[in-house]
């Protein structure tokens, strides 16, 4: 389009005219115009959220009755003990640190003295172990002597056994109140084969120098508290696995108990 300006000196006469021409001019320069483009409007996104799946919450204990009510069950004197047994596998004067997790804790600290090791827990509730680094073991039989040097009340102390992972293994513990119970921790999650029984081959009280003994054979596992028996449990969860120790402190006193004159011995079939 060809849009021709003219000077209002062309119309002398006729002012009129001159605004009318005018008025024209600029509705045609305004009809040609682009449109103008509306603002974008943006839609509302609405922001993701994030649900963070849950932790796995590790249970090392499981929950058990109070020691009041516990049926109580009498020692049994073991004579074919000796006869189930076979050839040392070996045995540990806890002379050689290389064999066991020793060092500082978050609850205390494990240390080998003058042939024995000793789990101190400085910690109110502090549970530590150690382990023994080999051999793995199936079937064997295993002695170990416990001394509890401070320790009251429900703190624990005692074996692990056929350990195939930290989160996976059979607990034989011995109370400082005189009972006996098995845990059994798969993937960190316990349970209790054997709740808490009370044995007479300990009296309650001040703790005592006691002799434990367990014989693997299989799924079925025997335990003895100085030559006594003390029950049976029948289990396949786990079948081989490493050896420890362990002690944990359930009150608001520090625990320390010593471990020595470990003996593994075969298991006769």
Not at 60 to 81: D, Q
Not at 204 to 226: H, I, K, S, T, Y
């Amino acid at each position: 389009m060809i849009i021709k300006y003219v000077r209002y000196s062309e119309f002398p006469d006729s002012p009129l005219i001159f605004c009318v021409v005018v008025g024209i001019l600029v509705f045609l320069m305004s009809a040609c115009a682009p449109s103008p483009i509306p603002p974008l409007q943006m839609a509302d996104t609405p922001t993701p959220t994030i649900t963070s799946s849950p932790t796995p919450t590790v249970e090392w204990f499981p929950a058990t009755s109070t020691p009041t009510g516990v049926p109580t069950i009498a020692g049994t004197p073991t004579t074919e003990r000796t006869q189930e047994v076979g050839e040392i596998i070996f045995t540990d004067d806890f002379s050689e640190p290389e064999f066991w997790l020793l060092g500082p804790t978050s609850t205390g600290n494990i240390s080998l003295g003058i042939n024995e090791i000793t789990i101190a827990i400085a910690e109110p509730g502090g549970y530590d172990y150690s382990v023994r680094k080999e051999p793995p073991l199936g079937d064997f039989h295993i002695e170990i002597t416990t001394s509890a040097t401070l320790c009251m009340g429900e703190d624990q102390y005692g074996l692990l056994l056929r350990m195939s992972s930290p989160g996976s293994f059979y607990r034989y513990a011995l109370s400082c109140d005189g009972r006996v119970r098995l845990d059994k921790v798969i993937h960190g999650t316990a349970t209790s084969p054997q709740p808490w029984l009370q044995n007479n081959s300990l009296p309650p009280g001040a703790p005592l120098p006691a002799r434990l003994g367990v014989r693997l054979q299989g799924d079925e596992m025997f335990f003895f508290v100085n030559d006594q028996y003390q029950f049976t449990v029948k289990d396949p969860a786990l079948q081989i696995g490493n050896i420890g120790v362990f002690a944990r402190s359930l009150g608001e006193n520090a625990v320390t108990v010593n471990f020595s004159e470990l003996i593994v011995q075969q298991v006769i079939q």
